[in-house]
């Protein structure tokens, strides 16, 4: 017996809706209190998992190619939205987003006046701490 017959698919049914519960439930947060991330990137985020995870569900079944490489290239596609999402809000950016917690504050910024500066003039990184 191989691992893939010992997986029974209705596991994966339950993380299939487990995700599915997740989406309704961050996106009702949303519409309730305006805040927590944006319903189209959480949708994006959530569906390109999901679809991965049928993937298996369906190897699991023994679908056919067809319907495996449907979902491969359907995770891809909302792969694809999520990133275009963040990198329009700038979350893509390569020292993340601005992180401030308590009295620590991690900012990353990138100064360059002239095209042949060189790398190290460039800012990439500071770190402030109170004084103890």
């Known amino acids: ?5 010992a997986i029974d698919p209705r596991f994966v049914d339950l993380a299939l809706g487990l995700i599915a519960l997740e ?5 009702a947060y949303f519409v ?3 805040r927590g991330p944006a319903p189209i990137g959480t949708l994006a985020n959530l ?12 190897t699991l079944a023994g679908a056919s190619a067809f319907w495996v490489v449907a979902s491969l290239t359907a995770a ?25 917690r308590g009295a620590i504050s991690l900012t990353a910024t990138r100064k360059q006046t002239n095209p042949t500066q060189q790398a ?3 800012k990439t990184e500071e770190l402030e701490r109170p004084h103890v």
């Open 120 to 122: 190290s003039e460039i």
């Open 32 to 34: 309730a209190t305006g």
């Open 76 to 100: 891809l596609i909302a792969h694809g939205v999520d990133l275009a999402v963040r990198w329009r809000r700038g979350d893509a950016s390569p020292f993340g987003p601005r992180i401030t």
């Open 1 to 5: 017996m191989s691992l893939i017959d």
């Open 47 to 58: 569906l390109s998992g999901g679809f991965l995870i049928l993937v298996l569900r369906e």
């Open 23 to 27: 989406a309704l439930g961050l996106i």
